[in-house]
Nanobody, 124 residues
Framework: VQLQASGGGLVQAGGSLRLSCAAS????????MGWFRQAPGKEREFVAV????????YYAQIVKGRFTISRDNAKNTVYLQMNSLKPEDTAVYSC??????????????????WGQGTQVTVSS
């Protein structure tokens, strides 16, 4: 499966962006999906995960209440709605398949088929 993230850009603090992760080559409907981000000079960190049906989600504490992960299996696409953005949200955002499957395992090694990321820059 090939994943392509899009929707990033430059936004002022307090603004919103909606990222999309489109898949090709394979249907995503049987897999959980996740979003990670990597800021300059920092390690990649977990942001959010959603199960195959969209009925279960989990967020990193630092984005909980501001970000919403969702999916449209008919479009083979996963989304990340980001509201109340802060300068510290600036990073390259990437999506990946949750190959481990269980919400108990959300480390970077539990995801695969990483897509090309999209840059999000939040100005103060």
């Amino acid at each position: 499966v090939q994943l392509q993230a899009s929707g990033g850009g430059l936004v002022q603090a307090g603004g919103s962006l909606r990222l999309s992760c489109a898949a090709s080559g394979r249907t995503l409907s049987s897999y959980g999906m996740g979003w990670f981000r990597q800021a300059p000079g920092k390690e990649r960190e977990f942001v959010a995960v959603i199960n195959w049906s969209g009925g279960s989600t989990y967020y990193a504490q630092i984005v909980k209440g501001r970000f919403t992960i969702s999916r449209d299996n008919a479009k083979n696409t996963v989304y990340l709605q980001m509201n109340s953005l802060k300068p510290e949200d600036t990073a390259v955002y990437s999506c990946a398949v949750h190959v481990r499957g269980s919400m108990d395992y959300i480390g970077e090694a539990d995801f695969g088929s990483w897509g090309q990321g999209t840059q999000v820059t939040v100005s103060s």
